[in-house]
């Protein structure tokens, strides 16, 4: 059936994209891998929920005959979550149907039938508009649209799966047990920090305001004072905190896209022309290291 088919391998983002595709008017088809994400994604709206099933337990496997399907269906567009496993499945059906693709879309509209997409490049300073004619692919991050409801049929395809890669071993990844996404409050560190040691200053503010300890890409992948998961911005996480508070971050570009969905967004920095003061709502233009133990001493105090 002609329309907008959507996928993502993350069930909230799968919601999400069903509401971003039905912005445009168009018929919006959900697929799916297993019975308790496609009983989800029924509860949101689409038209149906595609319910996917073949022997292999690899997603990607199914690239070609997704691509198979939905140029069956007639549909007009195929929307993917542009999750790490999302990039890897749009960009082979993209490839199987020999079609454009536009990547972190962060708008689609029809105009006279023709798609323009928006996306924003140099960490959201610029706005490109791109057109896609025929059937086409697109990514779009997560987090940005409100998920909506309203029931929907449920129907099973059977898919041939691509077996010549085979699913060996699962093995979970150890992280640093600090969770950024999804953090309420958030002190992060850069590189006007002196030494490993004084990580342990941050932390105590951290602590006292029930923060996470986030930093800026420096201190993660030069100095690797904390984990690479802890470092935010453009190429790391994106966060979107009620209390953002750095110390020691100039705020450069790439940095300042990962918290510009913050809430209140308080600086601490030496240097008065550093670019964070632009963006913040509260700067404080000094030392963090005369600053920092007194605002810990006072909020503990409070
Ligand atoms: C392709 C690409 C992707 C990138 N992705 C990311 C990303 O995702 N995230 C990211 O963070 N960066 C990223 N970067 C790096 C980014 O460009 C900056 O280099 C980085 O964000 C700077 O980190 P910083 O603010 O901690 O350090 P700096 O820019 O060196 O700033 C340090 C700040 O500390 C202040 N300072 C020094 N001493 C004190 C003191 N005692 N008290 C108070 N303030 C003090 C200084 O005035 C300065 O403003 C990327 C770069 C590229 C090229």
New binding site residues.
């Given amino acids: 059936m002609a329309g907008i088919y959507v996928f993502s391998d993350k069930l909230d983002i799968a919601a999400e994209i069903i509401s971003f595709a039905k912005q445009t008017g168009k018929e919006v088809f959900a697929l799916t891998f297993t019975e308790e994400a496609a009983a989800e994604l029924a509860q949101h709206g689409s038209n149906k929920v595609y319910l996917l099933k073949g022997v292999s337990p690899i997603v990607e496997n199914y690239s070609k005959s997704i691509a198979e399907f939905i140029t069956k269906e007639g549909a007009e567009l195929f929307v993917v979550g542009a999750t790490a496993r999302g990039r890897d499945i749009a960009a082979r059906v993209a490839g199987y149907l020999d079609c454009g693709m536009v990547s972190d879309v962060s708008s689609l509209s029809y105009t006279d039938g023709i798609l323009v997409c928006e996306r924003m490049l140099y960490g959201g300073a610029v706005v490109q508009s791109e057109v896609l004619t025929g059937l086409s692919v697109v990514t779009v991050p997560a987090g940005k649209f409100e998920v909506c409801e309203g029931k929907s049929e449920i129907v099973t395809v059977n898919l041939e799966a691509d077996t010549r890669v085979s699913l060996v071993a699962r093995t979970p990844i150890i992280k640093g047990g600090v969770e950024l996404n999804g953090a309420d409050k958030i002190v992060c560190?850069?590189?006007?920090?002196?030494k490993e040691e004084d990580l342990q200053m941050a932390r105590e503010l951290a602590t006292v305001l029930d923060a996470e300890l986030g930093?800026?890409?420096?201190?993660a992948e030069e100095r690797q004072w904390l984990p690479v998961e802890q470092?935010?911005?453009?190429?790391?996480a994106v966060i979107q905190p009620q209390l953002y508070l750095s110390?020691?971050?100039?705020?450069?570009?790439?940095?300042m896209?990962?918290i510009r969905d913050s809430k209140i967004i308080v600086a601490?920095?030496?240097?008065e022309k550093?670019p964070?003061f632009r963006s913040a709502d509260y700067g404080i233009v000094?030392?963090?290291?005369e600053?920092i133990p007194l605002l810990t001493e006072t909020l503990r105090n409070m």
Wanted: net charge negative.
């Fill in positions: 560190v850069g590189l006007g920090l002196d930093c800026s890409r420096g201190i470092y935010i911005g453009i190429s790391g110390m020691g971050v100039s705020g450069q570009i790439q940095h896209f990962g601490i920095d030496s240097n550093a964070i000094g030392d963090m290291y600053i």
